[in-house]
């Protein structure tokens, strides 16, 4: 099964349901798009869109760095990724800086996840 670690829940979030709820939130948070993967790709051609700016991969983990901006304000993340032996994500972990950048996502997160819940 997949845990996902958010960096604004303090709770860890089991399921692989739970994971791409949330994972599709963020894509329409931080990639300022409708929360589908080509809609977030497409983003990162605009200014100020969701982008991967660094990778780096080891066995079964994979820690890629993103950029982009929320609400104006500039925000910088690190997607730290665990795999089992078949190449399945059992851990996906975000973390994210600055401090205002992420309430600003946290607001936004939460109205996702209502709109996409209900």
């Avoid at 975000?94 to 996840?113: E, Y």
């Amino acid at each position: 099964d997949c845990t996902f670690l958010s960096p604004i829940v303090f709770t860890p979030q089991q399921g692989r349901e739970v994971t791409k709820l949330y994972l599709t939130a963020a894509g329409g948070t931080l990639g300022g798009s409708d929360g589908t993967v080509a809609a977030a790709v497409a983003s990162a051609s605009t200014p100020g869109g969701f982008r991967y700016v660094k990778e780096i991969l080891q066995g079964h983990h994979a820690m890629l760095e993103f950029e982009t901006t929320v609400e104006g304000k500039y925000a910088n993340g690190v997607d730290i990724i665990t795999c089992d032996d078949d190449a399945m994500i059992t851990e996906f972990k975000v973390m994210m800086r600055p401090l205002q950048a992420i309430n600003a996502v946290h607001a936004q997160m939460k109205a996702m996840l209502e709109r996409l819940s209900s």
